[in-house]
């Protein structure tokens, strides 16, 4: 098992920033990747970003390309996402998750205009 626990959301107005991270304990050695999701009131979960554990490769989605970056500390086993510049549109309860099988309880992001 995988535990995940998530920290950072709260409430920013447009252009600010925000971090988010994301600590993993329990079975994490045989871990691939871990990556952020988000879900928007009334729509489906969505792919952000994500991070190779081992060779640290990142990738996004297009909509966050350039304002988002995600980045590990692998001695905590944790994972971040900075998130600048930050839009209405981001507004969202972002989840955490590892080989997208664990996943965390999520954190409100709520971006003000």
């Known amino acids: 098992q995988v535990h995940l626990v998530e920290s950072g959301g709260g409430l920013v107005q447009a252009g600010g920033p925000l971090r988010l991270s994301c600590a993993a304990s329990g079975r994490t050695f045989s871990s691939n990747y871990m990556g952020w999701f988000r879900q928007a009131p009334g729509k489906e979960r969505e792919f952000v970003a994500t991070i190779r554990w081992s060779s640290g490769n990142t990738y996004y989605a297009d909509s966050v390309k350039g304002r988002f970056t995600i980045s590990r500390d692998n001695t905590k086993n944790t994972i971040y996402l900075q998130m600048n510049s930050l839009k209405p549109e981001d507004t969202a309860v972002y989840y955490c998750?590892?080989?997208?099988?664990?996943w965390g309880q999520g954190t409100q992001v709520t971006v003000s205009s």
């Open positions: 998750h590892v080989d997208r099988s664990y």
